[in-house]
């Protein structure tokens, strides 16, 4: 049962336009979202966060989205650069799970930005 | 600041074999994170620890999979003996602890151990 989805497994985008990828979860009780971006060979590198109590939040070119009554997340790249180029992941979990922390991941979306 | 490190980086053996995979988190993060990656799927938490003591390792196949964390410090985690289906990429993260002592929403992640069981 996968809690976290990401339904796209790819996404091709124009070098300058806006990169949209999108994350649903399906379980209500995770209150903190994380983006992660992965190059080939390296580990997870942290991008971004947010909590449930807020619906948007922006670092730079990167925003993320968050639509608590439709278990839905988005990260938007603004502009995107060749740099961008890189596998994202979706990750959620439940702040009152107390000392717990286990992420629960979405299957990666590839954005490749095009030159 | 030096991040999570890992060793090997790559590992190959055959399936029922042992293999052990050594992390050294990013330094005065007291939790420890294991995960596995099988290809085409995001990572799945294996076992966290805080300090040298476990918070959760109900992920864990504990027949046949082990994790150490014996001074608080660096970790092991041992395989034995291994099967086919444990060919995955083997991610260690770390995190701070807050001064409540529930960890940082941030884990912090190595390159991994690239497993392959023949």
């Known amino acids: 049962d996968q809690q976290v989805k990401q339904n796209s497994p790819s996404l091709s985008v124009q070098e300058g336009r806006i990169s949209i990828l999108n994350c649903d979860y399906t379980?209500?009780?995770?209150?903190?979202f994380l983006w992660y971006k992965k190059y080939p060979a390296e580990g997870p590198t942290f991008l971004i966060s947010?909590?449930?109590?807020?619906d948007k939040n922006e670092d730079g070119r990167f925003t993320v989205f968050l639509n608590k009554s439709a278990k839905h997340l988005s990260l938007h790249i603004v502009p995107s650069q060749p740099g961008d180029s890189a596998v994202y992941f979706c990750?959620?979990?439940?702040?009152?799970?107390?000392?717990?922390?286990?992420?629960?991941f979405g299957s990666g979306t590839q954005l490749t930005v095009l030159p | 600041e030096a991040g999570v490190a890992q060793s090997p980086r790559y590992k190959i053996i055959e399936k029922r074999q042992s293999v052990a995979f050594w992390c050294n988190p990013i330094?005065?993060?007291?939790?420890l994170y294991w995960y596995q990656q099988i290809l085409g799927q995001g990572p799945k938490l294996l076992i966290q620890?805080?300090?040298?003591?476990?918070?959760?390792d109900s992920q864990l196949p504990k027949d046949r999979f082990s994790a150490e964390r014996l001074k608080g410090v660096d970790s092991t985690l041992k395989i034995q003996p291994a099967k086919l289906e444990d060919s995955a990429v083997y991610l260690c993260?770390?995190?701070?602890?807050?001064?409540?002592?529930?960890?940082?929403?941030?884990?912090?992640f190595g390159a991994g151990t690239r497993l392959s069981v023949l």
């Open positions: 330094s005065g993060h007291a939790t």
């Open positions: 993260a770390s995190s701070l602890l807050r001064p409540s002592g529930r960890p940082k929403n941030i884990q912090y």
């Open positions: 379980n209500s009780m995770f209150d903190y």
């Open positions: 947010i909590s449930s109590i807020k």
């Open positions: 620890f805080q300090n040298n003591g476990v918070v959760d």
């Open positions: 990750a959620a979990f439940t702040i009152s799970s107390g000392s717990a922390r286990q992420l629960t």
